[in-house]
């Protein structure tokens, strides 16, 4: 085969070679343009999902105040939350259907913002405050998780 390439006149040769080459440059390209808006929008969607972190850690020193007993829990605390995990969830959801890779983080993310619901329904003072720190740190763990993951996958690719 190679024998053949070189009985080629070498204009041919020539020819080949840099027909090859573009096109190789061209796939590259091609890649290079795709990581790129591919990095771009993972970034985006965990831009969101950082923002609405830092709001759910908001309702979390409410909620601290509340199982430490220097204030009462209200309506308006627990509606705020809520409205604040399930933000935090539909940015951790568009994460996990950006990413290519297959992780549970959201799986686990999803259940620890459930309980975290939960024990804030429940919480009432410092007497029954065990559930909720136990809650809160369960949802923390799965908020590292999806972190590590979304890391993990910015960094997958070759450059």
Known sequence: ???TFRNLPEWLRNGVLLTGGALIGWFANQYMEYRTVYKEAL???YQQFTEAT???ED???QLADVAQGERPKSEED????QMRLLKALN???DLERRMSASSPAV???RTATIQLKQASDRITGP?????LVEAVNSYLLAEKMVRDSVIKEHNAFLF
């Open 127 to 131: 007497l029954d405050a065990k559930p």
């Open 1 to 3: 085969m190679i024998g």
């Open 54 to 56: 830092a709001q759910i």
């Open 59 to 61: 309702s979390l020193k």
């Open 78 to 81: 627990l509606e705020q939350l």
């Open 91 to 93: 940015a951790a959801e």
């Open 107 to 109: 799986d686990v993310y």
């Open 43 to 45: 970034t985006a969607n």
